[in-house]
């Protein structure tokens, strides 16, 4: 028996000491020095306060603000410690109920906005916690945010269209605007 344990333990520690130490420290390390700003989090700052990650939707419900997509993490909207989806599909009456009311509060926040609300403000991501919004539901908003700002509405699509990412590769997905970093650009301080 002891000529089995010691060869045992000998693979344990060994595999321990490269898969537990040496591999993440050495990915750590790679990371921190060609991505530093992601293995930070990817935060953005403003006035040098951290105020959020480029990676993490938050709740924005002031009309002069852009909205994000709805959350559907618990206990509370947008908790990056609960990520999920809500897990109903599209003929659950909640999830109907939901869209009823998310299409009513858009409507109610800019009564004279008579074009078809984008389906990315109504429907929670995968993850509950998507920090991007499409142009089109950018563009949506950009009235509503003109007229509680007092600013030119050309002069808010004119950020949208500074805070625009091309779909990944230029072909993957669709055109996206991070809400969080166009919010901070309405507010005048972007990073």
């Known amino acids: 028996m002891p000529s089995i344990i010691r060869p045992a333990l000998v693979l344990f520690g060994t595999l321990t000491l490269l898969c537990g130490v040496l591999y993440p420290a050495a990915v750590t390390g790679i990371g921190r020095v060609a991505f530093p700003h992601q293995t930070e989090g990817s935060l953005l700052e403003a006035g040098g306060k951290t105020v959020g990650s480029s990676l993490i939707g938050q709740p924005f419900s002031q009309p002069g603000y852009?909205?994000?997509?709805?959350?559907a993490t618990a206990p509370m909207a947008y908790n990056a410690a609960g990520s999920s989806g809500s897990n109903q599909g599209p003929t659950n009456p909640a999830l109907l109920d939901a869209v009823k009311d998310r299409v009513a509060a858009l409507k109610a926040a800019d009564p004279g906005n008579r074009a078809p609300i984008p389906v990315d403000l109504v429907t929670a991501s995968a993850s509950g916690l998507d920090p991007e919004i499409s142009v089109a539901a950018a563009d949506y908003q950009a009235a509503r945010v003109a007229a509680?700002?007092?600013?030119?509405?050309?002069?808010?699509?004119?950020l949208i269209a500074r805070y625009r990412q091309a779909p990944i590769l230029g072909f993957l997905g669709e055109a996206r605007v991070n809400v969080l970093a166009l919010n901070l650009a309405l507010d005048g301080k972007a990073q």
């Open 66 to 71: 852009f909205w994000g997509r709805p959350s």
């Open 148 to 158: 509680a700002r007092k600013l030119p509405e050309a002069q808010v699509r004119a």
